[in-house]
C-alpha cells in the first residue's frame, strides 16, 4: 500500500511497470487530495505511478519488494 498526497487535487492515476504496460490495482480515493493505492496484486520490480492533478501531471517511481 502506498499513499500519495498532493497539495492540488489529484484528477487520476496510473501505474506502469517498466515496460511501460499500464496495470490496474485498487486505488481509494481518501478525499481529493488523497489517494491510497494497493500494491500487494503487482509482481515485485519497478513501477511508475502517474499522478494527474489540478496543476499538471507528474510522475514517480516506486520499487515493490
Known amino acids: 500500500l502506498i499513499s500519495i498526497?498532493?497539495?492540488?487535487s489529484i484528477v487520476n492515476i496510473?501505474?506502469?511497470?517498466?515496460?511501460?504496460i499500464e496495470h490496474d490495482?485498487?486505488?481509494k480515493r481518501n478525499n481529493e487530495n488523497?489517494?491510497?493505492?494497493?500494491l500487494e496484486s503487482?509482481?515485485?520490480g519497478l513501477y511508475i505511478v502517474m499522478i494527474e492533478s489540478s496543476e499538471g501531471i507528474y510522475y514517480k517511481k516506486i520499487l515493490k519488494k
Open 42 to 44: 503487482l509482481s515485485d
Open 14 to 20: 496510473k501505474l506502469f511497470d517498466n515496460t511501460g
Open 5 to 8: 498526497t498532493s497539495e492540488h
Open 25 to 27: 490495482t485498487f486505488i
Open 34 to 38: 488523497s489517494v491510497s493505492v494497493w
